[in-house]
C-alpha cells in the first residue's frame, strides 16, 4: 500500500487548516453580517454557534479524515461503500464555491494592478459595475467577455495550483505567508481603522447590542427577528471554518498519530472566530470615519458582499494618507486570504480524486484546475457577478447544510457518535464527553433541519424574480445542487484503482493506546 502524504509538522497542519478557515468571508461577509443581524447581539450568537456546533464539526471532520485515512468519498466508503456518494457530494459543493472563489480572486488581482494609481478615481461604484464588469440588467444577458478578469482567472488557478504542487510538504510552507501575512496586515489596518476621525460611531454600530433580537420572533418591520440574527450566526460559522466541504476531512487525513484532534479543532475555531473579530473592528472603524467625512449614517454606507469590498473600500482608501499603498497592501492581503480557502478546496477535490483513481499528485491537481477555470469562465462575463451570488446563495443556504445535516446522521446514528469519540479521545489530551454525541446526534440536525424549513419558507414568500419558488434563479440553483449530486454518484460508481478497491476499513475499536 502507497505511504499517504503527512503534514511536515503539527504547525504546517494547524495554519494550513487557520488558512482554510480564513478567507475573504471574514473580511467582508462577517463585518456586514454582524451589522445586518444586530452587531454585539449577532456576536453572541456567533460565539454560542460556534462552541456548540462549529467546533464539535470540526473535531468530527478531522477524525473521519484520520479514522479512514482517506479524503471524503473514501472516508464515508469506508463507513459504507453505498455512502461514497455522500463524500464526492460534499467535495463537488466545495468545489463548485471554487468555481466562482476564483473570480474573486481575480477581482482581488486586478484591484491590486488598479491601486497603483488608483484607476477607480473618484467614482468606485461605477468603476466596478461599470468598467470592471460591465454588468448586465439581468443574469441571462449574457454581456460582454472581460479579458482583464479572465487572466486575473488565469493568474488565480496558476497560483492555487502551485500552492498544491507538491501536496502537503509545498502547502505546509505556503502557509506561512498566506496566513501569518494577512495577520500582520490586518493589524496594520485595526490600528489606522480604529484612530480614524468618526471611527467611534463605526465601531459603536459594530458593538452594540440588542439583547431582545436573540429571543424577539416577531420584532418591528425593518428589524431581523431572532430566528434570522440565530440562522445567520450559524450559516457563518459553517461558512467560516469550511465544514462541510470535505477539506478538514482530507487535512485529518494527512495528520499523524500524535495529531491531537480536540486541542487542535479549538485552536483552529478560536483562530478563525479572532480574525473575523478583530477584522470587524478595521471594518466598522473605517466605515465609521466614511460616514462622517460624507455626513451621513453608517448604515448608508455598509454594502454587503463584493460591494463592500470592492466599492466601499476603495471609497475609504481614497480618503487615507498614502492610498495607494494601503491600496496595494489591502488588495494583497484579500489575496492571500482568497488563496488560502481556494487551495485547500482545490486540494480537497485533488486527494478524492487522486485516492480513487490513483492519479499522481500532478496529474490530479491538472485535472482538478482545468476542470474548474472552464466552470468559472461564466463568472467573466457581463452577468458573472449575478450568477455568482446565485450560486453563492444556494451552496451556503441549501448545500451545504444539507452536507452537514447528512454527516451528522451517518457518523452520528450509522457509524455512531460514541465510536468516533472513543478514537477522538485515543489521539488527544483533553477528552471529550457525550455532550459531543448529543450534539452530533440531536441538537445540531434538529436546528438544521430549522434552518432549511424557514429558507424554504422563505422562497415561498419571496416575489417572482428575488429567488422565490417560480423564479428562474431558483430553478438553475436548484439544478446546479441536482447536477452536483448526479455527478456525485457517477463518480462513486466509477471504477477505482486497485488499492482503493481492495483497502479495508477497521472499524472503530476501544484501543486507547494511540494518546497524545
Known sequence: MAVRDIWESRTAFVLASIGSAIGLGNLWRFPYVCYKYGGGAFLVAYAICLLLAGIPLLMLEFSIGKRMNNASPGAFRGVSKKLEWFGWFAVGIGFIICTYYSGIMSYCINYFVYSFNLSWGNEPGEFFFGKVLSITDKPWQVGSFRWPLFIGVVVAWIWIIASIWKGTKTVGKVVWVTVLGPWALLILFVIRGVTLEGASEGLRYYLSPNWSLLWNINPDPGIPGAHQVWLAAISQVFFSLTVGFGVMIAYGSFIDDKTCIVKNAWIIGIADALTAIVGGFAVFGAL????????????????????????????????????????????VMLSLL???????????????????FGFTHTKANLTVAILG????????????????????????????????LGMCIIIGWYFKASRM???????????????????IQLIIPAFILFMLGFEIYERIKAPYGDFGLRSQEFIFGWGVLLLVLVASVILSLLKGSKEYQSREYERITNDASDLC
Open 288 to 331: 465609521g470615519h466614511k460616514a462622517f467625512v460624507d455626513g451621513v449614517a453608517v448604515s448608508e454606507v455598509v454594502r454587503s458582499g463584493p460591494g463592500l469590498t470592492f466599492v466601499t473600500y476603495p471609497e475609504i482608501i481614497n480618503g487615507l494618507p498614502w492610498p495607494q499603498l494601503f491600496g496595494i497592501l489591502f488588495f
Open 338 to 356: 482568497a488563496i488560502d480557502s481556494a487551495f485547500s478546496l482545490v486540494e480537497a477535490m485533488s486527494a478524492a480524486v487522486k485516492d480513487k
Open 373 to 404: 477555470l472552464a466552470m468559472g469562465l461564466p463568472y467573466i462575463f457581463g452577468s458573472g457577478i449575478h450568477w455568482l451570488d446565485i450560486v453563492d446563495h444556494f451552496m451556503n443556504f441549501f448545500g451545504l447544510p444539507l452536507v452537514v
Open 421 to 439: 469519540r472513543h478514537f477522538i479521545n485515543s489521539r488527544s489530551e483533553g477528552k471529550i464527553g457525550i455532550w459531543w454525541d448529543i450534539r
